[in-house]
């Protein structure tokens, strides 16, 4: 019976039946979260050229937002265990994710904007701002919780089932969240801006100095680069912005929970590592490094393809065709368009 009541509170208004879309929204955008950053850390781990510091980072964005994506998939409000492990972890690499996008474009505004060298020297400064910024908030939100249920699936079924008053636990939610969250928005917000403003200068002169058959290919590729850029601070908003509306909703009507909000908090804020694993992660040098490996596995593969080809090859039109006109047909064939 008491079980009964606990879970009553905690989904509020929400049906069972809404409670079972919810999870099953969740599990799926977690599921192509946790693809797409498993696939950036794959590719980390597998290509040494793409061992860089810069990708390094995306690389550790990448295993925070795996590692999110993955504790928010065991994660299930009416399981106290579960709910536990889901919280307090998705708490911490969520709160992780987001610090290493500002490290991102710390790096990027440092190397292009002021033009410094030592970003590479800052790498310990980085661990210890994101990980140990993640620890204490993740800590003060399980003061400030009690014993209550924590983290992205179990904070959109929160209900009063706390000792400390809805106030306080509001309070506690966005500062522990929300203020980092929005911090990192507006940082990276501030820092694309400069880096774009700078470049787009920087390409008028070169292309001004430039002979005119030249002006286009460098217009063209810097646009490319700066509307890409452009996106990373708004993947944080599209994420959270949804679960900013439903925790303020939370606020003014604890009581009262509107499904179709809940549905787009949970599912933005779950498919959070796809997007940022596009965006940061799916650049051309990962797309050349894959290219090149399949290129040599076709390359070893062809030879041995080559004489069941030709012996199944029908001849069109009184035309004989071979396959050994062309024996190594590159991958930039296809993806070059």
């Not at 850390?41 to 290509?47: A, T």
């Not at 790096?107 to 661990?127: A, G, I, P």
């Not at 890409?228 to 944080?236: A, D, S, V």
């Not at 990962?286 to 012996?311: C, G, T």
Request: glycine content about 8%; charged content about 15%; overall charge positive.
């Amino acid at each position: 019976m008491a079980m009964a009541i606990a879970t009553a509170t905690v989904t509020g208004n929400l049906t069972a039946h809404d409670r079972q879309i919810l999870a099953a929204v969740n599990g799926v955008a977690s599921s192509l979260s946790f693809v797409g950053s498993g696939f950036i850390v794959l590719c980390y781990l597998l290509f040494k050229e793409l061992r860089k510091f810069s990708f390094k980072l995306v690389f550790y964005l990448a295993v925070s937002d795996m590692l999110c994506s993955f504790f928010s998939i065991i994660g299930d409000p009416s399981q106290g265990f579960f709910c536990y492990a889901q919280g307090y972890t998705t708490h911490f690499f969520c709160v992780a994710s987001f610090l290493w996008t500002t490290t991102i474009a710390f790096t990027l505004h440092r190397t292009v904007v002021r033009h410094k060298t030592d970003v590479e020297d800052l790498e310990s400064m980085f661990h210890l701002y994101v990980w140990g910024t993640s620890l204490v908030m993740t800590v003060l939100r399980s003061i400030g919780n009690g014993h209550g249920h924590l983290g992205v699936w179990c904070w959109t079924q929160r209900g009063q089932t706390w000792k400390a008053s809805t106030e306080d636990v509001f309070v506690v939610h966005f500062i522990t969240f929300y203020v980092p969250l929005w911090g990192a928005i507006l940082f990276n917000g501030f820092t694309y801006f400069q880096v774009i403003r700078m470049l787009n200068n920087a390409t008028r002169m070169a292309v001004g100095m430039s002979e005119r058959g030249y002006q286009l290919d460098s217009r063209v590729d810097s646009m490319k680069a700066l509307n890409r850029w452009g996106y990373y601070p708004l993947i944080l908003i599209g994420s959270w912005a949804f679960g900013t509306i439903n925790r303020i909703h939370d606020f003014i009507e604890p009581g009262h929970k509107i499904f179709w909000l809940s549905f787009l908090d949970v599912g933005m804020a779950a498919l959070m590592g796809l997007f940022n694993s596009i965006a940061y992660g799916l650049n051309s040098s990962v797309r050349r490094a894959i290219y090149e490996r399949l290129d040599l596995v076709l390359a070893r593969e062809a030879p041995k393809m080559v004489p069941w080809l030709i012996e199944n090859q029908r001849p069109a039109a009184g035309k004989r065709t071979s396959f050994l006109e062309n024996p190594r047909p590159t991958l930039a064939t296809y993806f070059d368009h």
